[in-house]
């Protein structure tokens, strides 16, 4: 199955449009190495590339689809492997210690979901009203303020 299309012609539009002029005048246009024919061979290599290219972009995919199916038939063989041996160790306590460490898929902060952002905080404002605050902090002169009591 090819799949360039004219919308997806990986040879530009500009470049078509002068192949078409070079076929239109095939014999009067023609230079040393530049014609209809070798300009035509070079953009059907191109198209060859782009569908090459292609393929092995959808091979590539599915072999990533590969991946992830085998990761995910490979954690829930864990996850059940990991309650056998947690039920299997249970008058073991080193044994259940050891399994305790084991985290087969990784934690998410809590009362977050997966791929869910948090909604954001609505804005607070809070006036300061005279004497609030910490009694501990003391005022530092201002650069202006020393140099007029001195």
Known sequence: MNSITPERDPVPEPIATLLDVY??????????????ETLHAQAERLREAAAEVDR???????????????????????????????????????????????????????????GKKAPPRRATRTRRRKGDGDESVTELPFAGEEAAVA
């Open 56 to 114: 092995c972009e959808r091979a590539l995919a599915a072999a990533r689809q590969g991946l992830h199916e085998h990761q995910q038939a490979l954690i829930a063989r864990a996850e059940r492997g990991l309650a056998y041996a947690r039920i299997f160790a249970q008058d073991d306590p080193e044994l259940l210690e050891r399994l305790a460490a084991v985290e087969l898929r990784e934690r998410r902060a809590p009362g977050k979901k997966a």
């Open 23 to 36: 076929g239109a005048h095939a014999e009067a246009l023609r230079f040393p190495e530049i014609d209809h």
